[in-house]
C-alpha cells in the first residue's frame, strides 16, 4: 500500500506500508523461523548431552545432580 503525506519541504512524499497478506506472511515466516531455531538449540544441546554421557565417568553418582549434595 502506497501512502502519501505532505511533507516539511511542501511537496509530496510517498510512503510504502506492507499490505495485510504482507504482514501476516512476514509473522507465519518470523514463527517458522522461531521454530526452527528453537528446534535446533535443541538438538545442539541434546547431541551435547549425548556425548557428555558417553564419556561420562563409570564411577555411580559421578556427574549426576543430586539434591542431597
Known sequence: M????RAEHGGL???S???RRQRVR???????AVIVAV???AG???HFNDN???S???KPGAGAYSAAR
Open 26 to 32: 512476514r509473522n507465519r515466516i518470523m514463527a517458522l
Open 56 to 58: 561420562a565417568p563409570t
Open 13 to 15: 512524499a510517498f510512503e
Open 39 to 41: 528446534a535446533a538449540s
Open 52 to 54: 557428555l554421557a558417553s
Open 44 to 46: 545442539v544441546l541434546q
Open 17 to 19: 506500508a506492507p499490505t
Open 2 to 5: 502506497i501512502r502519501t503525506f
